[in-house]
């Protein structure tokens, strides 16, 4: 709630919610200004967000992203979901939101929807664009870009990873998460205790007498470059990754792959 106070009060533009159902979000925004964007990983969220906010606060979502289970870090999907590639995959759940979303659209209000997980080169932006998706939102690829503000080691351990590499963890968050293994990460995987002082209380879910890490420490100091003491979060093709370079670059490539690729799918 702290947070939805702060975003309007400093007249942030879009909030974009993930880590749960924000079934009470639009009560805490006293105007429409402030966009709303909830991320679902299943239809399932999708239906229920849409179907509370319209009945209690006549509204919608402003856009929806779709989080896929090839995405990086925390993951809203059980262990036996990442493994059942088959059933669970980024471009059925889209189609299957869309059919969510649509239902719900009229002449005089759409509900875009973003996809976000996996999506690697305009190839890929291409098929989901093909699908019905409005965009893409993409983390991993601009980790190894010169502004990203991590230290110069995150981004090498992104560039050094293999395939075999990004494993899934389990977090004290209480979700799977996709990393690249290093010690620490093989440490904590046998179930090793990474002594930790809890100073953030961050997560009431969180019991820092039971969890073995504490996984914003983790984080913190994997931004720092203290891999020894961390691990980078990345999405499943960050392995992929092999220079860096400037997010102008970056985006040159993503958008003339993606146009050349829609122009062929025309033709």
Known sequence: DELVEAAQAESVDV??????????????????????????SSARAAQIICNTWSRRYKRLPDAIVVEGPLAGGHLGYSLAELADEEHVSLDKILVEV???????????????VIVAGGIYDGK?????????????????????????DVSL????????????????????VGLPGRVIRNEFVNRISKGERIDFGCEYQCLYTCDAKKVNYCIAKALLYAYRGELD??????????????????????ICELVTEAKACLNVSLL
């Open 15 to 40: 909030i974009i919610s993930g880590a749960g159902l924000p079934l009470r979000l639009p009560s805490l925004i006293k105007n429409h200004q402030t966009k709303l964007v909830p991320i679902v």
């Open 98 to 112: 869309l059919a969510v979303t649509r239902a719900f659209e009229n002449d005089k209000s759409r509900i875009p």
């Open 124 to 148: 890929d932006i291409a098929r989901v664009i093909r699908l019905g998706a409005s965009g893409v939102q993409m983390a991993t690829r601009f980790v190894c870009t010169h502004e990203c």
């Open 153 to 172: 080691k995150y981004k090498e351990a992104y560039i050094s990873a293999r395939k075999e590499d990004i494993v899934i963890i389990q977090s004290p």
């Open 229 to 250: 003491k961390g691990f980078a979060m990345c999405g499943s093709n960050a392995y992929r990754i092999k220079k860096i370079i400037s997010v102008k670059d970056l």
